[in-house]
């Protein structure tokens, strides 16, 4: 069974940095894509992030370009999501999700000015 | 960049059949996946490449294309298919979610 679970959320003030991690099993890790999707309070979903198998290929959404890093540790079965410059709009739930089908239950980031 | 434009909202009375489509030019070229929000809970996907189903999700739920839309269908709605509805498609390296469908069904 795929397994899928996020760390690191919380409540931070604009400006700050936070690291999400993802911690998968149930699969084998290094032979996916994994993407980033978030949805903010009572809003719909937004793909932030994906990379591939190897770490040798990153794509993010536009909003996030310069101030986000998708990064992964095959040996450790993990995804990692790096923001930094938080916005007050970047408060939402990020799921880690494998590929675009398996999805964790989410962390919350709450960016309060 | 690619913009899926999804109903805000459906209604049906139980045993009914609801339609829920998504435009775009996006999935007139690229497969599409549907996704079921319950509220509190993760997306779980019901339909991908256009109208795959995955294992353990129920055949009254099923997947179309017509032109430059896709089409969730559930055919015989049951109480328990309120939800949101997400479609999604990518290309260029980049995801795309439609804005999102609630189901009502009552």
């Known amino acids: 069974e795929v397994q899928l679970v996020e760390y690191g959320g919380g409540l931070v003030q604009t400006g700050a940095s936070l690291r999400l991690s993802c911690v998968a099993s149930g699969f084998t890790f290094s032979s996916y894509w994994m993407t980033w999707v978030r949805q903010a309070p009572g809003k719909g979903l937004e793909w932030v992030a994906n990379?591939?198998?190897?770490?040798?290929?990153?794509y993010y959404v536009d909003s996030v370009k310069g101030r986000f890093t998708i990064s992964r540790d095959n040996a450790k079965n993990s995804l990692f999501l790096q923001l930094n410059s938080l916005r007050v709009e970047d408060t939402a739930v990020y799921y880690c999700?494998?590929?675009?089908?398996?999805w964790g239950q989410g962390t919350l980031v709450t960016v309060s000015s | 960049s690619y913009d899926l434009t999804q109903p805000s909202s459906v209604s049906v009375s139980p045993g009914q059949t609801a339609k829920i489509t998504c435009s775009g030019d996006l999935v007139a070229k690229k497969y599409a996946r549907w996704f079921q929000q319950k509220p509190g809970q993760a997306p779980v996907l019901v339909i991908y490449k256009d109208s795959e189903r995955p294992s353990g999700i129920p055949e009254r739920f099923s997947g179309s294309t017509s032109g430059a839309a896709v089409i969730l269908t559930i055919t015989g709605a049951q109480v328990e298919d309120e939800a949101d509805y997400y479609c999604?498609?990518?290309?260029?390296?980049?995801?795309?979610f439609g804005g999102g469908t609630k189901l009502t069904v009552l």
């Open positions: 999604y498609s990518a290309a260029d390296n980049q995801g795309v």
């Open positions: 990379i591939k198998e190897d770490g040798s290929e990153k």
């Open positions: 999700v494998r590929v675009v089908d398996d």
